[in-house]
């Protein structure tokens, strides 16, 4: 094959049998489907007939890893190229020797006499391996396991049986010399190792090679001899009683001629395994003699064709600790055998053994019996049992041990609830500073060095801004976090305001979540209400010695003031506010905060803040602006009047204010400010602030809510690959096979009873009630904007929706993986936006026109890095069915596509066409996507026949859909799983992965993660 390929790429070549000058012919579209794909389809196919549904044995017909390994070993260049039909390969059992028929003959009349089409009629030898359901593969998979536990069984049963029944007598010469009877055990239990060898690979032994079966046949061999050699040396060694332990090894230098034959054909029989030893503890060395050509008959001896871990070997450290740990396991279960199951026993073994039989009460069981060896056997199989057992029980012990002290030491669990989440929370944005945004501390490092050169008061407001800019774009991730579980119905919009944290404001702290700050501000103002003291210092103190207070407190105040002074539209009313202001700042500075106003009156100034702001939030219909008028006047009366000392001394400073007349001041405000979403959301958050006590430490309730938000904030103090730039990450795909299960649930479907009267939604309400009033909560304010003539369709598609997340459908899987997509965009955002775009928030920066160019870029780069790719294998039959379900599986498809304009579907389409008059049934893979209102095809590519036909339904839908993904990673999703928004956030971290080395060897190609069962509570569904 390489010369012909050579031929063809030069246009000159001479077949080795001789021939004239081969050109390449020419080739239409088709050819390589023809010539190449179609004929080894075709073999696929029959073997696939061959195995009768999977009832034929494994041995009469080839699969997929056999056809596999064919082309990875040298013989697939025996095919030529163009490929022979008559190559072996091709051969099928059904065909026969085929004799010519007349007509041949007729036709070859004078001419050389035909070759005849010869097909051996035997059934093509499958590769390297045949199945053999025994349980001797019991024995042959783990044979190293029981031939240590066997030795280590026999060592401890002779020194047990020893007078001195402790291990100094291992240091006996008679005792050692029992010991060393291991070796002939050893070698009967190799001997059955090469037996089994043969015996179940029998059926592979047509299609070995002669170095494979020159091997088997030696190994055989030399354990036969092994098995007669050691048995003959060690009984001819007892006859010489000088051989003891420390004498074999002080005097075998120069007392060699007195060794017995049994000594140096145990040294030799351990030479292999020495070399075993050897090449494990030194990695290097053995990678080379896996490479090398001229060493390469050692590990042909030790490894088999079939042996699949060549060239990955972990490194040295690794190796080390995996070796100190079976070695820890494997002295305390031999430890634990030897001194609590067999030395316990030895004693009584050895009494009943010497006890005559007819002394033994139960000899009448057995009449005829002469010797105790069935009451040695019935006592000592237990014990046997067990031990070869327990070391699964010495694993599961040292496992966690050691687990969780790696664990400790990767910081896993280091949030496991809310209240250590509350604790540790200030920590939160700098792990997902340090792990989640590329290069962070490199550029924060960068600036700060470079801000070294201007003065102290510029540093500090550089390193101010990149604090801020910091919480900023955490916020971003964290809030979009928050509204993926609301729009997900796990909380509801109160917990979802208690989570959000402020994108920016004018407030000179932190802010954090409100859920953090409960009873913040009623403590405090508990604490000043209650102090009897005259020193500012004090109170202060005790408020700053709790972060959270001290940034409720100071936010509380200058929120406040903002909303109130851009509420104020008359010059006046903000001059006193100002003032107002002025005097509480001046107060604190000068440390007479307490002597210039009344701390017992802040209670009541709180009741009527709680109020004023409530009118402020009521809804449309409940808006009142008298009384939003009349509950500010109150707030400045008791401000003025009842905490400040001097607080008359500023009306009276103002511009036309009159004594006793505050009624008639603060009447005039912007009323439109209430229609503002970021100034109402400031409202918000201070109305929080106020009202929100000891209910915000429950938040949030739903468990699964609390599951994940623990789970991400831990998982921002483990290790992780840093995150590349969105630009420089890894492109990747996600494939989902889909056959006809459920895309979205009917109407029909959630209404219907089983025969308990119990239907889908019902069972679904009782099991998820929080999420279900959450549900009703969300969808009030849409169903109400809604016309009314379209409420309860609309309504019933939303419960439909509601339904099928919690269930095992297409729709769950495709919302789930979307999230991809959706992270991947805030990233960009987050990368590309300037400082002032990211102050203003994700969510709104649609509203400024300079920042929607940030918008566009991202989900452009977004869609180059992310495909998804959903393999709906009878998608075409259910576009063409009258079946009422095929229709409703077609239609939610489409409005998936339509809803996800980055899905793309791929399925089988058959078609019936002529061709050179006959009617074939044709075949092509066709990757759809969502147009205006209907699908548009984007390529379609033809088979050589149904890839249905070749193998199992769900790989072979996932075959013909790869070639329409991209990038260089593949993520395969089966059809029942789910994702996360903030999980979804970690891919390019975990991207990563496969351009790190491991053991600084080389790349990993497969990455398995953790699977999350998501349906667990709805499984029933």
């Given at each position: 094959m390489a010369n012909k390929v050579y031929g063809i790429l030069n246009s000159n070549v001479h077949p080795v049998s001789g021939g004239d000058t081969y050109e390449a012919a020419d080739h239409d579209e088709e050819s390589f489907l023809k010539e190449v794909i179609s004929p080894i389809y075709q073999v696929l196919l029959k073997e696939v007939k061959r195995s009768k549904g999977g009832k034929a044995s494994h041995s009469r017909w080839r699969n997929y890893d056999d056809l596999n390994e064919y082309f990875w070993s040298d013989r697939c260049f025996r095919l030529g190229w163009p490929m022979d039909p008559k190559a072996d390969f091709f051969r099928h059992s059904e065909d026969v020797i085929q004799p010519a028929t007349e007509r041949d003959n007729q036709a070859t009349a004078g001419k050389t006499k035909p070759e005849t089409n010869f097909v051996e009629d035997q059934t093509k030898p499958k590769t390297n391996f045949v199945e053999v359901r025994t349980f001797l593969h019991l024995y042959r998979s783990f044979n190293r396991m029981w031939i240590f536990f066997i030795l280590s069984f026999q060592v401890m049963l002779i020194i047990a049986w020893s007078p001195s029944r402790s291990l100094a007598a291992f240091f006996d010469a008679n005792i050692f010399r029992r010991v060393l009877s291991i070796f002939v055990t050893y070698s009967f239990l190799n001997f059955l190792q090469a037996t089994l060898d043969i015996i179940l690979a029998w059926n592979t032994w047509k299609n070995l090679t002669f170095n494979q079966i020159l091997r088997n046949i030696l190994k055989f061999a030399v354990a036969l001899v092994w098995a007669v050699v050691l048995p003959i040396g060690y009984f001819s060694s007892l006859q010489n009683s000088t051989t003891g332990f420390a004498k074999f090894f002080s005097s075998l230098a120069w007392d060699w001629m007195n060794r017995s034959f049994y000594n140096y054909a145990v040294l030799l029989y351990l030479i292999p395994n020495s070399v075993s030893v050897v090449l494990l503890c030194l990695p290097p060395l053995r990678r080379c003699i896996e490479r090398s050509n001229r060493i390469s008959f050692l590990m042909w001896w030790a490894q088999p064709k079939t042996f699949v871990g060549r060239g990955m070997d972990a490194d040295i450290f690794s190796l080390l600790k995996y070796t100190a740990f079976w070695i820890m396991v494997l002295i305390c279960k031999l430890a634990f055998s030897f001194?609590?199951?067999?030395?316990?026993?030895?004693?009584?073994?050895?009494?009943?053994?010497?006890?005559?039989?007819?002394?033994?009460?139960?000899?009448?069981?057995?009449?005829?019996?002469?010797?105790?060896?069935?009451?040695?056997?019935?006592?000592?199989?237990?014990?046997?049992?067990?031990?070869?057992?327990?070391?699964?029980?010495?694993?599961?012990?040292?496992?966690?041990?050691?687990?969780?002290?790696?664990?400790?030491?990767?910081?896993?669990?280091?949030?496991?609830?809310?209240?250590?989440?509350?604790?540790?929370?200030?920590?939160?944005?700098?792990?997902?500073?340090?792990?989640?945004?590329?290069?962070?501390?490199?550029?924060?490092?960068?600036?700060?060095?470079?801000?070294?050169?201007?003065?102290?008061?510029?540093?500090?407001?550089?390193?101010?801004?990149?604090?801020?800019?910091?919480?900023?774009?955490?916020?971003?991730?964290?809030?979009?976090?928050?509204?993926?579980?609301?729009?997900?119905?796990?909380?509801?919009?109160?917990?979802?305001?208690?989570?959000?944290?402020?994108?920016?404001?004018?407030?000179?702290?932190?802010?954090?979540?409100?859920?953090?700050?409960?009873?913040?501000?009623?403590?405090?103002?508990?604490?000043?209400?209650?102090?009897?003291?005259?020193?500012?210092?004090?109170?202060?103190?005790?408020?700053?010695?709790?972060?959270?207070?001290?940034?409720?407190?100071?936010?509380?105040?200058?929120?406040?003031?903002?909303?109130?002074?851009?509420?104020?539209?008359?010059?006046?009313?903000?001059?006193?506010?100002?003032?107002?202001?002025?005097?509480?700042?001046?107060?604190?500075?000068?440390?007479?905060?307490?002597?210039?106003?009344?701390?017992?009156?802040?209670?009541?100034?709180?009741?009527?803040?709680?109020?004023?702001?409530?009118?402020?939030?009521?809804?449309?219909?409940?808006?009142?602006?008298?009384?939003?008028?009349?509950?500010?006047?109150?707030?400045?009366?008791?401000?003025?009047?009842?905490?400040?000392?001097?607080?008359?001394?500023?009306?009276?400073?103002?511009?036309?204010?009159?004594?006793?007349?505050?009624?008639?001041?603060?009447?005039?405000?912007?009323?439109?400010?209430?229609?503002?979403?970021?100034?109402?959301?400031?409202?918000?958050?201070l109305h929080l602030l106020l009202t929100v006590k000891e209910s915000a430490i429950d938040v949030p309730q739903n468990l699964e809510a609390r599951r994940r938000i623990t789970f991400f904030a831990n998982s921002l103090f483990m290790n992780m690959p840093k995150a590349p730039k969105v630009q420089n990450m890894l492109s990747f795909s996600v494939l989902t096979p889909y056959f006809k299960e459920d895309v979205l649930y009917s109407e029909d479907e959630l209404k219907k009873e089983n025969k308990d009267g119990i239907s889908t939604l019902f069972y679904l309400q009782k099991i998820y009630p929080d999420e279900w009033t959450n549900f009703l909560e969300r969808i009030k304010d849409v169903i109400k904007e809604s016309k009314e003539e379209n409420r309860e369709k609309e309504k019933m598609d939303f419960i439909r929706h509601w339904v099928s997340y919690r269930g095992q459908t297409l729709a769950r899987t495709v919302r789930g993986m979307m999230y991809y997509k959706q992270a991947l965009e805030l990233q960009c955002f987050l990368e590309f936006a300037d400082d002032e775009a990211?102050?203003?928030?994700?969510?709104?920066?649609?509203?400024?026109?300079?920042?929607?160019?940030?918008?566009?870029?991202?989900?452009?780069?977004?869609?180059?890095?992310?495909?998804?790719?959903?393999?709906?294998?009878?998608?075409?039959?259910?576009?063409?069915?009258?079946?009422?379900?095929?229709?409703?599986?077609?239609?939610?498809?489409?409005?998936?596509?339509?809803?996800?304009?980055?899905?793309?579907?791929?399925?089988?389409?058959?078609?019936?066409?002529?061709?050179?008059?006959?009617?074939?049934k044709l075949y092509y893979s066709v990757l759809v996507k969502g147009g205006e209102k209907l699908d548009e095809e984007i390529y379609r590519i033809k088979l050589p026949g149904s890839p249905i036909d070749i193998g199992e339904g769900t790989p072979e839908n996932q075959n013909h859909a790869i070639i329409f993904t991209r990038g260089e990673a593949l993520q395969t999703i089966d059809m029942n799983q789910d994702n996360y928004f903030e999980e979804a956030f970690k891919m390019r971290n975990v991207l990563e992965e496969f351009l790190q080395p491991q053991h600084s060897q080389r790349k990993p190609t497969i990455l398995g993660l953790r699977e999350h069962i998501f349906t667990g509570r709805s499984v029933r569904l």
């Open positions: 001194y609590v199951e067999i030395l316990p026993l030895v004693g009584p073994t050895k009494l009943i053994m010497e006890t005559p039989i007819d002394k033994l009460q139960w000899h009448e069981l057995f009449p005829n019996g002469t010797y105790n060896v069935g009451i040695v056997i019935a006592i000592w199989a237990p014990i046997v049992l067990v031990y070869f057992m327990d070391v699964q029980i010495w694993f599961a012990i040292f496992s966690t041990l050691f687990g969780a002290i790696y664990g400790a030491f990767s910081r896993l669990g280091e949030i496991r609830t809310l209240g250590m989440l509350r604790f540790k929370f200030q920590a939160v944005p700098l792990g997902f500073n340090r792990c989640l945004l590329p290069l962070a501390k490199k550029d924060l490092d960068s600036k700060i060095k470079a801000s070294n050169f201007v003065g102290p008061p510029q540093l500090l407001r550089q390193k101010n801004l990149l604090h801020w800019k910091t919480i900023a774009e955490f916020s971003q991730v964290w809030n979009e976090f928050i509204y993926s579980m609301r729009m997900e119905d796990l909380i509801s919009n109160r917990d979802r305001d208690l989570l959000l944290v402020p994108y920016s404001s004018g407030v000179s702290v932190v802010q954090w979540p409100p859920f953090l700050l409960a009873s913040k501000i009623p403590i405090a103002l508990d604490m000043a209400k209650d102090f009897k003291g005259k020193d500012d210092d004090y109170l202060f103190r005790k408020i700053t010695s709790d972060d959270y207070m001290h940034s409720a407190v100071i936010e509380c105040y200058e929120t406040l003031r903002d909303i109130i002074y851009a509420l104020l539209e008359d010059e006046s009313d903000r001059m006193i506010l100002r003032n107002i202001c002025y005097e509480v700042e001046q107060s604190i500075e000068q440390n007479r905060f307490i002597n210039r106003f009344k701390m017992s009156e802040l209670p009541q100034l709180s009741e009527k803040l709680k109020k004023f702001l409530k009118f402020l939030l009521a809804e449309r219909d409940y808006f009142s602006e008298p009384l939003i008028i009349n509950a500010l006047q109150n707030i400045m009366e008791i401000i003025m009047q009842d905490i400040m000392v001097d607080g008359l001394k500023i009306l009276e400073g103002a511009h036309h204010a009159q004594y006793g007349k505050i009624e008639q001041r603060f009447e005039r405000l912007a009323f439109q400010l209430t229609l503002n979403k970021s100034w109402k959301e400031k409202v918000v958050r990211i102050f203003d928030g994700y969510r709104n920066f649609e509203i400024f026109e300079d920042h929607k160019v940030f918008k566009d870029r991202a989900q452009a780069l977004a869609n180059l890095k992310f495909t998804y790719v959903v393999s709906c294998q009878v998608y075409g039959n259910q576009k063409k069915s009258d079946d009422a379900r095929d229709r409703s599986c077609y239609i939610n498809i489409l409005n998936l596509m339509l809803t996800y304009p980055s899905l793309r579907v791929a399925y089988i389409d058959e078609r019936e066409e002529k061709i050179n008059g006959k009617s074939q």
